[in-house]
């Protein structure tokens, strides 16, 4: 027999002790010596390394060497300037029109500058470590979204580092291939040789690779000198554009010359004769005009040269777009950077407001001085019109390359802190290896490896759609990180940087995601699809990461408001739903209890409870805080969706009171009590069963470590020779109690004998057994009360839980005087009843004629007996045996009998009969509920 419930008596000093001992060796449990823990976590929190010794904090200091404008300005100018600059400006301009180009370029830095802003909120309100963009994402959306967003930002950096190389060598080839316009076939092969290009790009991603294998602060300490010479590269191009006002007649590219196919096109710089050839072989640079700037106003969205595709407004968007993503090039140094929540906002904020004025400037400089024809069929015109070709190719080799520098030490920083994360197991275990100066160069090789990849795209034009989706993800993603923090209105949550509100992430937000569908729908819907798996995944591992995760102040805050519009005073029986507390002592000789109430309770609260006898007074601290821990692991173990109440008080009953009143919050409170059943039969340790045979099953999993230490977590059941610690008067009282308190009641019995997994194993039907009928007051028999409809109810909820759906059928029991009642009108009676009910079950007559005769006849007329129904009437124990041996043979095919609980007894000396009447009832039956219920709670209307 199953003893489900007991209540530990208080410890002895030695026991304690030795609890204490045991505690100190569990991993989940507080040290005793709590008031360390707070200077503890202070020390960490003011610095992530000084906990080893001074030459930690010595090395923290010499790896951040970088400051503001070395460290994070010129990586995201760079980044920014890349390809667009020397490239693709005349591509836009010559396909957008100028003010078209001028719109994408204010669309395209307003959703960077409303991401700024949010990177800036995030970056100054703590400490910045490694990871940059990736660590302040994780840290305030948590492992599953931050580890999924982190892996999509990887991928946008690993495409750009393609992109920008693509770009360097299409710029060499159109200087130095075939039809060069510095040196003609310095080149052994043209751009149209695919093979010879994906080698010259190797060539160069194989340098970029030397320069990061050195490490990320060298390539940031030359960034200054390589920003500078683009700066005087691009002033060159200013400079020549005023200085060149005379018309200048200059060439096609060499591709766009031959279009390979006819191009049916009325620009008649695109009308070709019958080999393919174009009638023109160049257009006019004009200079300053007004002629010019008036022709190239509007859009004329033609097929690109290189790719021979349609341009439209949204491929020109992601070619503008993907050359100006390189904000988070210097939240990416965060590792380097000597004061980076400081650095970051200011130096990204200038950097944007620099470039912004740049590529502006530019815009109408190049749509006001050439023609459409040169701007749509030579992308390195600039050259051409500078005081000095050579200017506008080093330009463009310095942008490209540093900003495939930055963003293959970006992607590598970012894959470093995924796998120092331990995120995707051991997959990412090799990128932690780093040099002696913390270089990750393992990391880089695993990036140079994916680049490689990319590169087999072969254009430019073709990586940008995938690069700027990518990146427009993570951006999405970082204004919802600060949309997050400040909706969740955390007290901890208070950047130094004030320029933001949820006004401007919510813009931000809205504006990355429409221009990725915008983009390309196909490479968005992948992104998503690829975030959404990789969250799912981490969300089944059960991370035991202590970063906080934005999620739980997001439910805190949405749970708070709900919770104040869940009125108790509206509630309707329609809507009515179990809402448990479960008592409990040991959870060892109960954990199947456990498991079943959650069954049962239909998406209502449940609350397992536990008293813990004591005074506070006998403790230095409180020892509920010890105990909390331990209750949370097993509800994590067993699965179960419950909460927890632990309290400690002179006695069960009070400590039972405690519970009642206090549990719950506004319309949640429990309105139903269960307990187990006491009696002297030795209880059985379900959960060390239930741990045997998980582990059996499901080894392999992470969280085997928790299933090894639930072991610890709970003193072994009682024993022989060891006595309840609870009386039957004090058991009884507990009923008592809970009734006045207006809660329905459940006794649980024999519930170490359930088993589930065997009855969704089982090949036979079995069935859940009603006996709707106070089998001490038998002469009631004819009557239904709020009790039997709670009964029906909870029964009814049990058929509806997947496993018990599909093995079990509901039947109930009507037992019939044979010789006076009509026992045909009866079960019609019932059936419709039931059908009313829309409780779908079996009636079974059981006749008892030859039990009931020999009761001798009970007090109270046929007007007080729906009173008296639920009233106990002490009968002879024959009768009880009688009745037992009668349900007994009913139930060789039942997973679960619910019977009738009547009230106890006012006189508190007829306790233990009371008790010993339901045990002996309930002797030698399947798992058995005694139910008693105070409320309707079944409802026939609509």
């Known amino acids: 027999m199953s003893h489900s419930y007991s209540i530990n008596g208080e410890l002895s000093q030695d026991q304690r002790m030795d609890s204490t001992a045991d505690d100190e060796r569990s991993p989940l449990i507080t040290h005793s010596d709590s008031r360390s823990s707070p200077i503890w976590a202070l020390t960490r929190s003011l610095s992530r390394n000084d906990a080893a010794s001074s030459n930690g904090q010595q090395q923290q200091t010499t790896t951040r060497t970088l400051g503001l404008f070395a460290g994070v300005f010129c990586p995201v100018a760079l980044s920014m300037f890349s390809t667009l600059l020397f490239l693709r400006s005349g591509f836009v301009v010559g396909q957008a029109g100028i003010l078209e180009s001028v719109l994408q370029l204010v669309l395209a830095y307003f959703i960077l500058v409303m991401t700024v802003l949010s990177i800036s909120a995030i970056s100054t309100n703590g400490a910045l470590e490694g990871g940059g963009a990736y660590y302040m994402i994780s840290r305030a959306l948590g492992p599953e979204f931050g580890g999924s967003i982190g892996f999509l930002f990887f991928v946008a950096n690993v495409l750009a580092v393609g992109l920008y190389v693509t770009g360097f060598v299409e710029a060499m080839i159109e200087n130095f291939g075939p039809g060069g316009t510095m040196v003609d076939h310095a080149f052994l092969k043209g751009d149209h040789d695919f093979w010879y290009k994906y080698l010259y790009c190797s060539i160069v991603l194989f340098v970029c690779l030397g320069i990061c294998i050195v490490g990320g602060a060298v390539f940031a300490k030359t960034s200054l000198v390589i920003f500078l010479v683009v700066v005087v590269c691009l002033l060159s191009v200013f400079i020549s554009v005023f200085a060149k006002n005379s018309t200048t007649e200059i060439e096609y590219a060499q591709q766009a010359k031959h279009t390979f196919e006819r191009r049916n096109i009325s620009l008649e710089c695109f009308q070709a004769n019958a080999s393919g050839f174009v009638l023109q072989d160049g257009a006019n640079y004009t200079g300053l005009r007004a002629k010019t700037f008036k022709d190239n106003t509007f859009s004329k969205y033609q097929k690109d040269y290189i790719t021979k595709d349609l341009m439209t407004f949204a491929t020109v968007f992601a070619i503008l777009f993907s050359s100006v993503t390189g904000i988070l090039n210097g939240a990416n140094m965060s590792g380097e950077l000597k004061e980076p929540s400081k650095a970051i906002p200011k130096g990204t904020l200038y950097a944007v407001m620099f470039t912004f004025i740049s590529y502006l400037l530019l815009i109408i400089l190049v749509g006001g001085s050439s023609d459409r024809c040169l701007l749509l069929n030579n992308y390195i015109f600039l050259q051409e019109i ?24 970006g992607a590598s920083r970012i894959l470093q802190a995924l796998a120092n994360d331990h995120l995707f197991w051991f997959v990412l275990n090799p990128a932690t290896i780093t040099t002696k100066s913390g270089n990750p160069y393992v990391a880089v090789l695993i990036s140079w490896f994916l680049v490689q990849l990319v590169l087999l795209v072969g254009s430019l034009n073709a990586i940008a ?73 981490l969300h089944f591992r059960s991370l035991p990461t202590q970063w906080g995760s934005i999620s739980q102040a997001l439910i805190f805050h949405q749970v708070r408001k709900y919770l104040l519009m869940l009125d108790s005073r509206k509630a309707h029986v329609k809507y009515w739903r179990p809402q448990i507390l479960l008592l409990v002592a040991n959870p060892r000789q109960c954990s199947e209890l456990i498991t079943f109430i959650n069954d049962i309770k239909k998406g209502g609260l449940y609350v397992i409870g536990h008293v813990k006898l004591g005074s506070l007074d006998s403790y230095t601290t409180d020892p509920i805080l010890e105990e909390n821990p331990k209750w949370l692991g097993l509800i994590d173990y067993l699965k179960v969706k419950a909460f927890v109440e632990v309290t400690m008080a002179n006695t069960v009953s009070e400590g039972l009171q405690h519970l009642l009143r206090l549990s719950g919050m506004g319309g949640m409170k429990p309105n139903t009590v269960c307990f187990g059943f006491v009696d002297d039969s030795k209880p059985k340790d379900t959960l060390s069963f239930m741990n045997n045979e998980r582990r059996r099953r499901f080894f392999t999993r992470l969280e085997s470590g928790k299933k090894v230490s639930i072991d610890n977590l709970f003193m072994n059941i009682r024993g ?17 109690d809970s009734l006045k308190m207006q809660k329905n009641v459940c006794l649980c019995r024999h519930f170490d004998q359930l088993s589930k997994q065997s009855i969704v194993n089982s090949k036979k039907t079995l069935f859940i057994d009603v006996w709707p009928v106070n089998l001490f007051r038998p002469d009631t028999a004819n009557f239904f009360d709020n009790t039997c409809l709670f009964m029906l109810q909870l029964a009814c909820i049990l058929t509806m839980v997947p496993g018990w759906k599909s093995k079990t059928r509901l039947r109930v029991f009507l037992c019939l005087n044979a010789q006076t009642d009509n026992t045909l009108q009866k079960q019609q009676k019932l059936d419709a009843f039931l059908h009313q009910l829309r409780i779908e079950a079996s009636v079974k007559i059981v006749t008892w004629d030859h039990l009931v005769s020999h009761l001798p006849v009970m007090s109270g007329n046929s007007s007080d007996k729906l009173t ?16 037992n041996q009668l349900i007994t043979s009913y139930s060789s095919t039942t997973a679960l009998s619910f019977m009738y609980l009547p009230v106890p007894p006012t006189d508190v000396r007829e306790s233990e009969t009371y008790l010993n009447s339901l045990r002996l009832l309930s002797d030698n039956l399947p798992p058995t509920v005694f139910v008693h219920g105070l409320h309707p709670v079944t409802s026939t209307t609509l």
């Open 868 to 883: 008296l129904m639920e009233k106990f009437h002490a009968v002879p124990t024959e009768f009880i045996s009688s009745i």
């Open 465 to 537: 759609p995938a690069a700027s989706v990518f990146f427009l993800m993570s951006y999405a993603s970082v204004n919802l990180a600060c949309l997050a923090l400040e909706l969740a209105s955390a007290p901890n949550f208070r950047p130094t940087f004030k320029y933001f509100t949820w006004y401007t992430c919510t813009l931000g937000l809205i504006g990355c995601i429409v221009m990725c569908f915008l983009i390309s729908s196909l490479y968005s819907s992948i992104a998503i699809i690829v975030m959404l798996i990789l969250a799912i995944i």
């Open 386 to 409: 500078n005081l000095w070709k050579p200017f506008v190719l080093i330009g463009i080799f310095a942008a490209t390359l540093s900003a495939a520098l930055g963003n293959l030490i």
């Open 720 to 736: 022989d020779g060891d006595s309840g610690q609870l009386s039957p008067l004090e058991y009884v009282k507990l009923i008592s």
